[in-house]
């Protein structure tokens, strides 16, 4: 209990739970509509409900089906996955500033990805979303590894051992990428993260990836509420923490991968969703989790969309806005000392 | 609070012994960098084209070919390494570079956001290339005051510091990558290339440029280091033996953004120089003040010459940009650095 | 000491080693139930370890502790949770963890996976945060308390784990001399009134007489005495077990024997 206190008395928000959880859904709704019909070429509700249900091959149809609808799918699908797998490395490691991006798992998810496909030739999606979670998990032991090894876990710390390991896994994915230039373009966006142009298999692949590492989340809730206290008093409630540990490690691994399969490394986004879902339910994971998978799936959306007007009409790449609003969240937390 | 260990130099062979070891690998290294190539060019033919002999095929191939690389690669890790040297001590803060503080994405944006506001619709220039290390040195002491701006009262502490500045750069990286795209297609592909370190694509203009940017602020930060305070005093301290710490702070941090905007302008992105280089040279001559800074310019140009060797050797015909193989290197010795126990750590 | 209370708690041969440090050292040592007992010593004679392995937080190299004469390696860490409620030194949780959201914690170890919160949960909540005094503190953040006020939602926490046994483990250190009193009147309310068997770590050895009705002198790992605090506080024992001179007279206003320390010469 040594951090200074900045935080407020009380919460911020004081609507009941469940009306929270309405106006979510609503936003939710209205993003992935926004997705639907804003961008390069702008269409209307009546074009959407026709393309998907009554495709008559005109463009609009085929824009909508064929591009809108997967990036549409994939952004929330990816923001959810990255927003409940950032709530319980920021819980486990009790950090704040911990997220799968500044603890290297995206970086090292990617650079799984690319050895996947360069050095052993898996080309199946199913393969490479594996590829990507166990390079998740695989970077997870490590960097928790070298920083509780190396004199304790400070926060910061860890995050810098993550951050340089990110670095590092960056560097070996630009050699190999670089060296294999017949696969570098199909691969570039392992690089960093996109949601446009991907095929909507894709989503259909990442989806039970990502159900199996939230139904281990949600059912860990309880567990991950008490593990917030310190060891002795959560092993003193009955918490097995080493399994607790274990099993969150996994959730956290199949959904980083997940997400990295289907988008890319998106950078920042497991760092600032967990805040905000904080703000708005508490910290009780029943809660936490699922504000963070609805925060989590607007967020990108809005940023997806948000891509395609930044640069108009050039589309910008979704994971540098995200980084651009997650760095800016990272240099509040810093300032106002909430890590 | 003291930031390093006092290392006696080397038994027998002390601080000037060791620099003039440093320099001739440095000449050796130098020369056969330019020596190797397609055709191997024997040392002493290269040495004999630079005072201004030779024949007239070898001429051609060391001066136009090879020398622009190597030298600009000396150059620019030269300029880096002495830029990391000044900001760790400043900053008593042995985990403190260029690369960390946010420096090098900001000139990388000043950079990109030069090439994006200033070409027109053929893709081409539309003001000198002269002017491209002004907007790196802009955009490197943007990023490395806002880093300090924003970090206030918090950056003395090592970690808490080096972590305004990743967010910082993150920033940068990311208005970088957007940029990219606004500006001309075709520079995209080789911004790409030249953020991550490429010093094969250099040509003699570009060197002279940099030598001039690079050597009137390497000679003012060798002067202005003479007042590097000793590791161990604090700011009032400082203060009260006549030193006005804010002020010459700013000074420095100036200097060393100059120094890596300079290099980076024209080399690229090679950041772990500015960290690895300095602590070899405490490693060789211990807290010797103009030994480290020569020491730490020399191994500097040794590391990226190398690098940029390494690369030839190993990875032709593909260019692996040096900022690759120095982060392979570099970024497993600063996690060295962080597990290490001592009081930099927490 | 009452003879004919049974013990709740049994510590039987109890070594626990570090490395190769010895720290407890074939300890046998039975805690009444329903009374209050107080492990006192000095720096590094093993209470802590020893609150701690009752809590089985560690296990022992050799030895049994038995919990109503049922071995407690026998017992599922969430079993155990109901039974034994332990409150370490320095607990720690998110600043910005409400003061209802810590007391909820203390019902983990009765909520199965699949049926999280039941009315019961609810009534044990509510009823620690009143018998602590928290319950208008309830939507506060735990960092923005005070120390006397944190405290006592620790001990909301583990009230409302509704354990019979409920250790704490220096649970009065960083308060100041109104709020040590608070807490210790808590807990030995919990005991009168709900028949609680509390199982104290104490520093100081004033507070510990004051309130122990088993008191118990831990010295390099093993038990020096244990009884009645009449019986231990006396002045050749003192200085054997805590190295210390003192002068013992009674405490005019509890009656009960208190200790002035001081040095010869």
Redesign the interface.
Known sequence: MSIAVTAPRYRSLVMPRSAIYGLLLALLALAWLASMTLGYRLYGLDQVWAALFANDGTEAATVIAGLRLPRALIAPLAGAALGVAGAMVQTLSRNRIASPDTLGLNAGASLAVVVATIVFGVQSLVGLSLAAAFGALATAVVVFGVAAGAGGLSPLKIVLVGVTFASLAHAAVEILLTSNEAQLQQLLFWLSGAFVDRPISLFFNGLPVVLVGAAIAFALASSLDAAQADDSTAAGLGVPLAAVRGAAFVSVSLLTGAAVSMAGPVAFVGLVVPHMARRLVGLQHRHQLTAAALTGAIYTTLADVAARFVIYPVEAPVGAITAVVGAIALLVLLRRRLA | MTYMTYRPARAGIGPIGVTALVAAIFVLLFLAGIGFGSTWIPLEHVAHVLFGGGDKTERLVVLQLRLPRVAAAAIAGGAIAFAGYLLQRITRNE?ASPGVLGVVDGAALGVVLFMAIFSNETNSLIVSVAWQPLAAALGAISAIGLVFL??GQ?ASTA??L???G???A??C???T??FM??GPIYQASQAARWL?GAVNTINVTEIQLMLLVLVPTGIVAAIAARHLPPADLDDTSSRSIGLNLPAYRILIFFLAALLTAGAVAFAGGVSFIGLLAPHMARLLVGRARAAGIAVSILLGAIILIGADLLIRVA?AP????A???T??IG??Y??YL????DKN?? | MDDLAANRIEVKGLTMAYGGDVVLDALNLPIPAGRITVLAGPNGCGKSTLLRAIRRLHAPQSGQILLDAEDITRLGSKALGRRIGLLPQSPSAPLDMNVEELVRLGRYPHQAMLQPWSPQDDEAVSRAMAGTGVEALRRRRIGSLSGGQLQRAWIAMVLAQDTDVICLDEPVNHLDMAHQLDCLELVARLNRDEGKTIVLVLHDLNLAARYADNLVFVASGRIREAGNPELLMRADLIAEVFNTDAHIITDPIHGRPMCIPFRKG
Do not use: W
């Open positions: 985990l924003l970090s918090q970690i808490r080096l972590l305004f990743i967010a910082v993150a920033v990286k990311a208005l990558t957007i795209l606004v991550a990875f593909t260019e692996v940009p900022g690759t193989v982060a392979l970024a497993p600063f996690l962080l597990m290490r126990k750590n927490g």
